[in-house]
């Protein structure tokens, strides 16, 4: 069988990676709005508020830059799978941050530092695909990130198996910080506008 190339084929891989970056985002907005509705129902953890936010920003991130997905000549099934497979990584990240219940746990600290390693884990790996999902869309476009894109992966990667495996408060209110400063920074250098 052929891969696709038509124009229709990116709108429908598209729509199809659209509804799970949805459910990805309702489930922050959910945890944010249970935070309004019942604001003294369980304690905040800064950092769990900080990684809320900086997953927001990463699955907006990747949505601006997915139109660059056109810029790939043919897509055959792997890729498509890939794709929604990628897609479902900030998912499970999403659920991570937005427990059905923490009845169990003393709030969202002691929940976090809990599934620390789960978090870390697939955000780890997540910016790992990541570069195979930059690859994809060609060397060319790979190249005109310049040096700071893989370094900058690699460098999440680390820090994300740091994060793993510390529980240290500090480790840990200091990366979500400078990550969400980083992140930032970054949209705003590299991604501010599209062009066709």
């Avoid at 959910?30 to 800064?46: D, E, I, N």
């Avoid at 056109?70 to 890939?82: C, K, N, T």
């Avoid at 040096?147 to 740091?162: A, D, G, Q, S, T």
């Amino acid at each position: 069988m052929e891969a696709a190339r038509t124009p229709e084929v990116y709108v429908y891989i598209r729509t199809v990676m659209s509804m799970v970056i949805g459910l990805s985002l309702a489930q922050l907005l959910m945890r944010l709005a249970g935070f309004v509705q019942s604001p003294g129902k369980h304690r905040v953890y800064l950092v769990h508020l900080g990684w809320i936010a900086s997953m927001f920003l990463f699955i907006i991130h990747f949505w601006w830059w997915e139109y660059r997905l056109q810029s790939v000549a043919e897509i055959g099934f792997g890729v498509y799978l890939f794709l929604i497979c990628f897609c479902c990584l900030f998912y499970f990240l999403c659920v991570l941050l937005n427990p059905p219940s923490i009845e169990d746990y003393g709030g969202f600290e002691e929940y976090f530092i809990s599934r620390r390693r789960w978090f870390f884990g697939l955000l780890a790996v997540t910016y790992a695909v990541d570069l195979i999902d930059t690859l994809l869309k060609g060397e060319t476009y790979f190249r005109s990130l310049g040096w700071e894109y893989p370094i900058r992966n690699v460098v999440y990667i680390v820090l994300c198996i740091v994060a793993a495996i510390t529980a240290n408060r500090r480790f840990q209110a200091a990366f979500v910080t400078i990550g969400l400063i980083y992140q930032i920074t970054w949209i705003f250098r590299l991604y501010d506008v599209l062009s066709g």
